[in-house]
């Protein structure tokens, strides 16, 4: 690890001017990606800016028709939320399968979503749950939010402050746990929100995706057997040395599927 | 004897001061005064070393000194050195390379050492480190064990014209084919024991300090027993009298076979600290253990048995490739004939046996011993190729190892390899295990998994193992003026549980109590002189036999003194539950002890005190065995494969502590359960480690594993007189080949009978259509 000064910021504006202001400064969330890229020394800001003391920031709500994840709730609490278990159980399932439960304790949302890793969870959430990307400064559709690997929509100085997840009328989470990080070889959210359908998957690609040929089969009819058959192109999928592209794409079917199945 | 004698579940007495953060391992050591060292480590797999440029990092804040290969030639350190002597039938030796601490022309595996740096604070060495320029001239590598025999393979050693270390053979190869032919039915298995990352909780990590005054070096660092560790260190390394090296382990956290050997890195830190007259410490951080500690196994095997109609094998061929790595490691070259040599063809007594074993060199770290070291490989061999003449021939897996086992009747049974087996009841430890698995039962359950559209499987795999090597230990005892008793091990607990065990030991057999019992080992100053460490699973034995030993020669000593206290004679003393008796008087030990140190109330001519201090030593090993029973289930469209059921019997002789046994067991299976689904090493093809993090490298985890049972089946080992045997180990043997089976059993239906592991869901999901498109077409 390089030398840094490190920050506790006091509020949000605290923080965004600081982002601002400093060299090369970073946002400190739960540290469970920063801190080891730092201790492997490929990433040396100049300051760190923690949020773990803005109380603004923790913490769940429904609101409406929208579930409210604040920014540096770490997973552990929106998993075991009463509130979230009951509105959107398939959120409260997302998180509780993150990574185990030191990573659940630390790891935060706004961490995980500002992070874009192309394995994790909340995206295939955060996509597949037509949720809106809350920063100081704009609202942003997931759908216009993931731009590709550990890349977003995030511009300099903006700090994610809360997700909002719409309700659906149902959904379910599938995932394929990767045998050493687990995370998501393959994750897939399937959302029914009346007479529209969302299939959002994370883990297969560079960033998370829709699937709008199993979105549209659903929409005419939200059974299984709708989507059994339509399988996913292995091309523009990723494949390391657990899990192959063909692999993934084959799982993408039957994960689909089986979130489906897990409806009805 | 009561509550804390042999066979009690004593809990240990190590766990409270581990669990509380109160061990004491190296890095938690800090020395007055000390610097901190940081390596440089080849990025390359292969290459030419044409110029190592240390100015910039000198010139950096804090840097004390940056050493080279060529320093350490300049200062006359010695080489890392194998002793393994081998030859090829044709009277041709092992090819044996030099290997110096950090090399000075070439490096041959990524992560090889090539200069170390000394400063101040970790993070100034650090920089420096990362300051230091090599130029080098890149070379084409080899890391395929498959593919490092090849003609034209890229040679890690060119002087020597090929890769193969050795071709060691056993048995006469024509009259075994011949055979082979001849025979009702011939089975074969290909195999590959994937390679492993050891992965002790405790990175490796050294910290010496040098006193000029009287030239002596003190070394702390994570080991298995600090003995041999000196002796090179001292002699063949630094060039030092062994009395004024000493090695200091307090706390270990894991050893598994890979902490028991000499590395660069230690002999850099001893030697920096002499050179520079500070305390030098280097605490290794995870990426550094993935690179340079040694790896396990890594064997790919051909074997072929032929058997006769009824199931009896009679003849056996293997054919082992073994991959070392870049250099000759301690005891990485050993492993198929030293290790699995000893018991092979394990529980089965098959005549006729050929044995080809060719080790290899590869750009790629060494391997060396990991939990089972050769006997898991051997075990694996056997149990896949019993399964696979049971399939042959339409018989019960049962059946055919039933028909093979060396029986009680044949004991002492002499190995192809020269060991000796004393006992086991192989077939009773089989069926223990069968009817605890309610094996008879399976095929409903079986069914009950196809309605959910699961395949199930049950495995069986019985094994046999060979512990207790290098069977020779010192033990001291010695009696405190509180009446407490000291134990001075040559074995070294890096995890095992001896304080415990050994405490016991002495409660039985002197009666004292188990708190008042306290061990002393992990430091080569206080150690018995004659000392190998812990290894082999053979503390019980060696370690346990000193203990009882010191036990007996102080009981005799004793008795002497209490009849010189009762004023009677020695032959009328009684001892028992720490009392010395005679008739109606008597003296306790305690009491004895303290007698001990009184002139006046000794026997004429004896000398003061009651401690002993004593080697034991035993002509043979010993052979722990055991058969286990997997259950699972594999869900066919993803490949997925879940383990229901875990049936562990061993047979490790007389238990001196079954919960701390029970946790051997739970532990060893746990590793096997990891090299089976999740482990794997991999290297790509110019030699880079792509399984390098935990987050590439599948460990096992919790949930891989169900609730295990795991039982005995009792039979005392004939040749120690605590009737024990190896507990360590086993687990490790007998979890690969049951998982296997397990699969093999489910997947049999579409005609698949072996997948290598790891079994990854994908494998398993490709074997399932590979065998689903056959049958289609
Ligand atoms: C062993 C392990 C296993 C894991 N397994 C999973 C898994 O299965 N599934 C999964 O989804 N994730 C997994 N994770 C990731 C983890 O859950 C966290 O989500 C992730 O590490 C990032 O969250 P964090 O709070 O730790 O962020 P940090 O590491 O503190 O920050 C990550 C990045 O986000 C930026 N950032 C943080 N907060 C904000 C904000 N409010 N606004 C703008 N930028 C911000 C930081 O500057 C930094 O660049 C795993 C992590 C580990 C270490």
Redesign the interface.
Known sequence: ???FNYHRAADVADASGKLTSLEDPKILAGGMTLLPTL???LAAPSDLIDLAAIADLKGVSVEGDEVVVRAMTPHAVVAASAEVQKALPALAQLAGNIGDPAVRHRGTIGGSVANSDPAADYPAGCVGLDATIVTNKRKIAADDFFLGLFETALEEGEVITSVRFKIPTRAHYMK?RH???GYAVVGVMVAQYGSKARVAVTGAGPCVFRLSEMEAALEKSFAPSSIANIKVSAEQLMG?????AE?RA??IT?YARRAVEAMV | MGEFGIGQPVRRKEDVRLLTGGGEFTDDINLEAQVYAAFVRSPHANAKISAIDTLAARSMDGVIAVYTGQDLVDAGVGLLINDANYTNRNGKPMHKPTRQVMPVAQTRFVGEVLAMVVAETP?QA?DAAEAVEIDYDVLPAIASTAHALDEGAPLVWPEHGENLVVHWEYGDKDDVEAKLAAAHTRVRVDLVNNRLIVSPMEPRSASAEYDAASGSLTVYTPSQGGRRLQMMLARGLLKMAPEKVRIISRDTGGGFGIRSKMYPETVMVAFAARALGRPVKWRG?R?ETFVSDYHGRDQINVAEMGLDASGRASVLKVETLLNVGAYLSENGVRLPMEGGGRIIPCMYDIPDFYFSVKPMFTNTICTDTYRGAGRPEANFIMERLMDAGAKALGMSREDIRRRNFITEAQMPYKTHLGFTLDSGDFDGTMQMALDAADWTGFEARRAESASRGKLRGVGLATFIEGAGSRPVEGMRMRFEENGDVTLFAGTYSHGQGHETVYAQLVNEFLGVDFDKVHLIDGDTATSPETSNGTFGSRSSMVGGMGVKRASEAVIAKGRKIAAHLLQTEAERVVFENGVFRAQSSSVTLAEVATASRDASKMPEGMALGLDESVVFENDVENFPNGAHVCELEIDP??G?LEILNYVAVDDCGVILNPFIVHGQVYGGVMQGVGQA??E?V?YDASGQL??AS??????PRAAHMPMMEALFNVVPAKTNELGVKGAGEAGACGAPPAILSAVGDALSHIGVSHIDMPL???KV??AIQEASAVKAA
């Open positions: 690890m390089h030398n201790k492997n020394r394929f045998p050493a990080s390391d040395i657990h899990c192959s692999y084959h799982l039957v | 993070a650090r951080d990426s469209e993803t997925i689904l999740t794997n991999v792509l399984s935990y987050m590439d490298y599948g460990m990854t869901p994908e999901w490709r």
